[in-house]
C-alpha cells in the first residue's frame, strides 16, 4: 500500500471508525461515511480504490450500497463488515458485488492483511479472474474442487471441465489442481523472502497440510529445498 491508495469506510460505529482510522493512518488516504447516503455523497465527488463497507448501516444497508458501488464503480473494490456471515454477504460475495469480507471483530493483522491484498491485486475482469483470485486470497483455507465449485454456485464436474478449458487456454497451468499448488509455492516464495517466519509455518498459512509437502513441491519448481532457495535468495548467489 501506498499513501496514494484511496479507500471509503462505510461504518455507522464511531469505535470501528476510530479503529480503523488508527490502523490505516499513513498507509492510505481515508475518508469516513457514517451512512450510505454519506457514502454517496462522497462517492460523487471522489474516486476509491477500496470501499470498506459494514453490513448494517442505518437507513439503506450495506447490501444494498454494495450494488450501486459495483454499478457505478466497478474499478472499486469492496470488502464487507460483518458481524456473521450470512446468505446475502455470502451472495454478495459469490456474485461479485463484494470481493471478500470480513468477520467482526477482526484483528488489525486481518485487516491489515485484507485491505493490502485487495488493493493490490486488480478487479477480476471475467469469472475465471475471478475464481482465481479468490484462491490466491484464500490459500491457507478448504480449496478442494468441490467446496470451490460450490461456492461459485457450479456442479464440481462442470466447474472441473470449465475451469481446467479456461486455464488451458490461457496457459496458466494444467488444471485446477495444478493451479492452486503453483498460487501456494508463488505465496510461500514471498513470505520465504520477505519474512523470517520458519518453513512449517509458511506452510501452514499457504494452505499446505505439511512442511515436507511444501519442500517436495519446491524440489519439483526449483531443485532445491524451500531452506536453500531462501539463502540463495538471501545472500544473492
Known amino acids: ?38 457514502a454517496r455523497d462522497l462517492l460523487r465527488s471522489n474516486s476509491y480504490q477500496l470501499a470498506l463497507v459494514d453490513v448494517f448501516l ?17 474499478g472499486t473494490k469492496i470488502l464487507i463488515f460483518t458481524g456473521k456471515p450470512s446468505e446475502a454477504v455470502t451472495r454478495s460475495v459469490i456474485q461479485g458485488k463484494a470481493d471478500d469480507y470480513l468477520e467482526k471483530p477482526f484483528t488489525p493483522a486481518q485487516l491489515r492483511q ?6 493490490e491485486q486488480p478487479r477480476p475482469t471475467s469469472r475465471f479472474d475471478e475464481v482465481c483470485g479468490f484462491i490466491r486470497c484464500h490459500l491457507g483455507e478448504d480449496l478442494r474442487l468441490v467446496t470451490v465449485a ?18 488451458n487456454r490461457r496457459g ?33 498459512a499457504v494452505g499446505f497440510s505439511s512442511h515436507q509437502l511444501l519442500n517436495q513441491h519446491f524440489q519439483e519448481r526449483h531443485g532445491i529445498s524451500p531452506t536453500q532457495w531462501r539463502e540463495r535468495i538471501t545472500h544473492g548467489d
Open 172 to 204: 496458466v497451468a494444467t488444471g485446477y489442481k495444478a493451479f492452486v499448488t503453483s498460487a501456494r509455492l508463488d505465496r510461500a516464495e514471498q513470505l520465504l523472502s520477505t519474512t523470517d517466519m520458519l518453513v512449517k509455518e509458511v506452510a501452514h
Open 58 to 74: 442505518p437507513g439503506d444497508d450495506g447490501i444494498a450500497l454494495l450494488s450501486e458501488i459495483r454499478r457505478h464503480h466497478p
Open 114 to 119: 485484507a485491505v493490502e491484498r485487495l488493493i
Open 150 to 167: 460450490t461456492r461459485f454456485q457450479m456442479q464440481p464436474s462442470s466447474f472441473s471441465q470449465w475451469f481446467n478449458a479456461e486455464a
Open 1 to 38: 500500500m501506498t499513501d496514494t491508495s484511496s479507500v471509503l469506510l462505510v461504518d455507522d460505529d464511531a469505535i470501528v471508525r476510530d479503529f480503523v482510522a488508527r490502523l490505516l493512518r499513513g498507509s492510505v488516504s481515508l475518508d469516513a461515511a457514517e451512512s450510505a447516503e454519506e
